[in-house]
Nanobody, 128 residues
């Protein structure tokens, strides 16, 4: 079982930056595609960024493209989400998730159901 732990969330002002980290408990994480999702109150969980297992390919939702950057350091079992020029509408609980290729993987991923392992979520609040 893979455990994912997110860190780096918090309260910021519009225009500020944050870096979220997602660290895995096992080295097999280096073979997984990883996504960052977010969920605001009353809304569905949305995939906003994903990175393939090697870090060579990324994809972004339109709402964050050009402002957010996903990256990974497989030597540290960690995936990052650099969030720049934050807006109040970026406020949400952010989750990282890993897609285990043992169960089949699609690229680019699109749905929460494609990911087998999830972190507990971390709050990002953006004030105007």
């Amino acid at each position: 079982q893979v455990q994912l732990v997110e860190s780096g969330g918090g309260l910021v002002q519009a225009g500020d930056s944050l870096i979220l980290s997602c660290t895995a408990s096992t080295r097999t994480f280096t073979k997984y595609n990883v996504g960052w999702f977010r969920q605001a109150p009353g809304e569905e969980r949305q995939l906003i960024a994903a990175i393939n297992w090697s870090g060579g390919t990324t994809t972004y939702a339109d709402s964050v493209r050009g402002r957010f950057t996903i990256s990974r350091n497989n030597a540290e079992n960690t995936v990052y989400l650099q969030m720049d020029r934050l807006k109040p509408e970026d406020a949400a609980v952010y989750y990282c998730a890993a897609d285990d290729p043992t169960y089949g993987s699609n690229w680019p991923p699109a749905l929460a159901g494609e990911f087998e392992y999830w972190g507990q979520g971390i709050q990002v609040t953006v004030t105007s």
